[in-house]
Nanobody, 125 residues
């Protein structure tokens, strides 16, 4: 069992930056592929970024490519999402997710086993 706790959300002006963190419990964090998803009001949850268990492979949604960076620190059981040049359309609840996987990046939400409670990101225009 893995518990995930996100932090770092908040209110920021367009063009600003935020760094989300997701702290995981358990001693097997390094064997998990991790992902960030988001859900805006009235919309379905969507993939934002993913990272492989090793941190070598990453993948981004087209909407955030070049602005967001996912990274992980396996020694600290933490995955990060650095968000730069934020836009109002980035406003959503952001969730981190985990799945045991020694392959590459996992893209589909249904493949993830564990989810955090979410953190709100609001970007004002």
């Amino acid at each position: 069992q893995v518990q995930l706790v996100e932090s770092g959300g908040g209110l920021v002006q367009a063009g600003g930056s935020l760094r989300l963190s997701c702290a995981a419990s358990g001693r097997t964090f390094s064997s998990y592929a991790m992902g960030w998803f988001r859900q805006a009001p009235g919309k379905e949850r969507e993939f934002v970024a993913g990272i492989s268990w090793s941190g070598i492979d990453t993948y981004y949604a087209d909407s955030v490519k070049g602005r967001f960076t996912i990274s992980r620190d396996n020694a600290k059981n933490t995955v990060f999402l650095q968000m730069n040049s934020l836009k109002p359309e980035d406003t959503a609840v952001y969730y981190c997710a985990a799945v045991p996987n020694f392959g590459g990046v996992v893209l589909a939400s249904y493949e993830y086993d564990y989810w955090g409670q979410g953190t709100q990101v609001t970007v004002s225009s």
